[in-house]
């Protein structure tokens, strides 16, 4: 597939409108859903997650043995627990207050989704598609700027990581789902790293490196609108504050698109 510098701005202008559309309709139900569940997750110390991450390197989310009995999942016959440090609380009521203070820790079992069978869990809208080879092109064209892709089998949650100069992603992503979360990445290297015009709110930076995936995304076929208007709501993000990045988000998934086109001869102009 090839585009001219015509279509170019108008699959960018097409998609977001789109995307502002949807922001308006709010937070998608598989999004409600997914956070009531991450909410009966326990958001463990440093010390535990260390203590997780020495015993279960691949863990990715784990929960005790009744807690997960909750999620509708069983842990399998046989599995060894993960221990932790479960703090031993101690309450003090008054008149107007109640007080929770630590007074011991006692040792404690968790397990991670992987040790567990059951019910699956709500989970996030995923970028679907076929990227091709416009990967290879954009994996191009980011060391084309001078910047070094790496890739990790442990992020600490994240899926891609933009240091200023290297951009690190997870080493297990499908294709269509590298193909977004290297765009996002790419359009913090470009909007968000160095001197420039670094918005200061982080509600901003990841709205406007996420419209700018899910615009390229969107030019090269991938469905990424589920995930994108997810993404962007989980951060607060919605249709008005879109609209007051538009040009930046514009300019700079113009320029990503450009870069990867192959009938692209001369700089396609975002205005």
Known sequence: MKMDGAEIRKVSEEALEQL?????QGKSETLKRYLAVMAKFTHYSLGNQILIARQKPEATRVAGYRAWQRLGRRVRRGE???????????????????????????????????????EPLDSWAAVEGDPGEWITRLRAYTASLGIELKYEHRLGGAIGVSQGGTILLKADLALPEQFSALVHELAHEMLHQGDGDRPASKVVRELEAEAVAFVVSHAIGLDAMDSSRDYIHLYDGDKQT??????????TA???????????TSEVRAA
Do not use: H
Request: proline letters at 3%; a negative charge.
């Open 254 to 264: 113009v320029t990503i698109i450009n870069g990867i086109n192959p009938s692209a």
């Open 80 to 118: 060894r627990g993960i221990r932790i440090l479960a703090p031993i609380v101690r309450r003090c009521k008054d008149e107007e207050d109640e007080e929770e203070t630590v007074v011991a820790f006692r040792g404690a079992c968790v397990f991670d989704i992987s040790q567990t069978d059951g």
């Open 242 to 251: 879109l609209l007051r990045s538009l040009e930046r988000i514009r300019r």
């Open 20 to 24: 502002a559309a949807a922001l308006e």
